[in-house]
T-cell receptor, first 115, second 112 residues
């Protein structure tokens, strides 16, 4: 068990809808990362938050947004959903933002299916 | 732009054999190279990691070999066991932060 908790485990929704994925990092970890895993794109970095502030953005669509709250949990909001958004969404946490070699610990993901 | 290329995409090995997975990177600013293991229905889990000042690192049956001049690194799984059947990802990050760039993954199947 990595200590990173993601909810829900599964989510089925229709095109055009909006969903929120939630992540609770490991105790003591200040950084939260979101990744998307699809069959054809592999693991793609979406966004990184450190202690409530956005630190880096990757291949995140404008329809997607995220935030990290004062209690350090994070939410990833996906709106105007399309079929191609169906994927596994992983959250990872680490101790710091720029500490070399601080390992990322991944949760078990949220499987999103858009119908 | 795929900055970390991983091969092969899949691998079948007999129990007791050696599994070898290779990765190549382009960005010379990468300074940390971990390998992750992922089982179905689970998130990736850190297996072993190396920095470019070391050419080899061994942890149990898992060994990373690193060639800085060739910008390549590889994972060797010695005495492969059926329980090692999983998808393996190499990754890389820059010294300034922990954002990981992942390779495409290798699905390893160890036959008993």
């Amino acid at each position: 068990d990595s200590g990173v908790t993601q909810t829900p485990k599964h989510l089925i929704t229709a095109t055009g809808q909006r969903v929120t994925l939630r992540c609770s990092p490991r105790s003591g970890d200040l950084s939260v990362y979101w990744y998307q895993q699809s069959l054809d794109q592999g693991l793609q970095f979406l966004i990184h938050y450190y202690n409530g502030e956005e630190r880096a953005k990757g291949n995140i669509l404008e329809r997607f947004s995220a935030q990290q709250f004062p209690d350090l949990h994070s939410e990833l909001n996906l709106s105007s959903l399309e079929l191609g958004d169906s994927a596994l969404y992983f959250c990872a946490s680490s101790v710091g933002a720029s500490r070399l070699g601080s390992p990322l610990h991944f949760g078990n993901g949220t499987r999103l299916t858009v119908t | 732009q795929q900055q970390v290329k991983q091969s092969p995409q899949s691998l079948i090995v007999q129990k007791g054999g050696i599994s070898i997975i290779n990765c190549a990177y382009e960005n010379t600013a990468f300074d940390y190279f971990p390998w992750y293991q992922q089982f179905p229905g689970k998130g990736p889990a850190l297996l072993i990691a190396i920095r470019p000042d070391v050419s080899e690192k061994k942890e149990g049956r898992f060994t990373i070999s690193f060639n800085k001049s060739a910008k390549q690194f590889s994972l060797h799984i010695m005495d492969s066991q059926p329980g090692d059947s999983a998808t393996y990802f190499c990754a890389a990050s820059k010294a300034a932060g922990n954002k990981l760039t992942f390779g495409g993954g290798t699905r390893v199947l160890v036959k008993p």
